[in-house]
């Protein structure tokens, strides 16, 4: 028997589709855009000012007046949102964390700042009380305990004075539990019913936030770790279950951190909840692929679109990344 001369041939040749450039960007199934880009900043006092941050090559903290610059170069690029976290001086650190929600601590200043000077971007804050806290914890700590409802109340303080500064984009990274629910509630009673909450909802208990602790200035403050309200990197259904918990709360929009390390979690939380759903590439990530890029291990630029378009490929909505504004010129110069 002679094999038929259709069955010869494959049936299938997925390759045709990738010969050319043409029709690779025809049946391409997803884009980065700038658009999907959130910008993590430091700030710091003074006028002038950059200080560099040994830990993450490339990323700088700015004094107020820098970072309003910063913002106007993240419009021009087309990248909608600016995330602010403020080094604070070790002297504004206390037990009671109560500079967390000083109307004129440097996170309120900037966000005014900001917001008169560059009125189209979206301002996102860090709602936690690691860089006011003599303790380095992101929770009030009575006898060793990182309290919970004691915290919350705080935070609330803290949401709220951001949300009166003008802050677009509310970020509670704190994880403890019902922060939600009572900072919707607080905004709410306040007359702020237009500000946006992102919870960092999947946050997990991890290793990849040290070059961040260096860039604040927290790493020698922090007692311990932060086991007791982060996740456990073993849990994924947890992490859903806080998702879940976070919507029922107000969240409108929620987050995966860290991002590479927990793409699992970006997919389920998306296909599950149909959320808009962020992840934080968070600074021991960015940390890894520069250092391997400085020594020219890696092709710094490529790994730095691939590990973006990842988060693209895995559900998320948008990516909080130190490389935005490096990403955003990239796509912007036509990157295949
Ligand atoms: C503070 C906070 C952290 C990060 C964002 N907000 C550190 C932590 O939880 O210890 C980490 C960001 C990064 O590593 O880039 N609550």
């Known amino acids: 028997m002679t094999a038929s001369p259709i069955a010869s041939f494959p049936s299938s040749r997925p390759r045709r589709l990738r010969r050319t450039p043409a029709l690779r960007n025809l049946v391409r199934e997803d884009q980065l855009s700038a658009n999907d880009l959130i910008w993590p900043v430091f700030v710091c006092d003074g006028e002038g000012v950059t200080q560099e941050i040994p830990s993450m090559p490339g990323v700088i903290r700015r004094s107020v007046d820098l970072i309003v610059e910063a913002a106007q170069e993240a419009v021009d690029l087309g990248i909608p949102a600016i995330c602010l976290f403020p080094y604070t001086d070790a002297a504004l650190k206390t037990d009671g964390c109560e500079e967390a929600w000083n109307p004129d601590n440097l996170s309120n200043r900037a966000i005014r700042a900001i917001k008169s000077a560059v009125p189209d971007i979206a301002v996102m804050t860090d709602v936690a009380l690691d860089p006011y806290n003599a303790q380095g914890h992101d929770g009030i700590v009575r006898n060793g305990e990182i309290v919970n409802d004691e915290s919350v109340a705080a935070l609330v303080k803290m949401a709220l004075a951001q949300a009166d500064a003008g802050a677009d984009i509310l970020g509670p990274s704190d994880m403890m539990d019902n922060r939600i629910g009572a900072m919707r ?71 995966v951190k860290p991002g590479m390390p927990y793409l699992d979690l970006c997919t389920r939380v998306k296909e599950r909840f149909g959320v808009p759903t962020f992840a934080y590439q968070v600074s021991g990530e960015y940390a890894m692929i520069q250092a391997a890029a400085t020594n020219g291990w890696i092709d710094g630029e490529k790994v730095m679109m691939e590990s973006l378009t990842a988060f693209r490929r895995a559900g998320c909505d948008g990516v909080l990344t130190y490389f935005a504004p490096e990403a955003a010129k990239r796509i912007n110069a036509g990157w295949e």
């Open 185 to 255: 509630a607080a905004l709410e009673d306040a007359g702020h019913i237009h500000t946006t909450i992102m919870s960092y909802a999947a946050k997990y208990a991890s290793a990849y936030y040290g070059p961040f602790r260096d860039a604040v200035g927290a790493s020698g403050a922090l007692k311990g770790d932060k086991k007791t309200y982060q996740l456990d990197p073993m849990n994924a259904e947890e992490g859903l279950r806080c998702v879940a918990r976070d919507l029922a709360e107000g969240a409108d929009m929620v987050m």
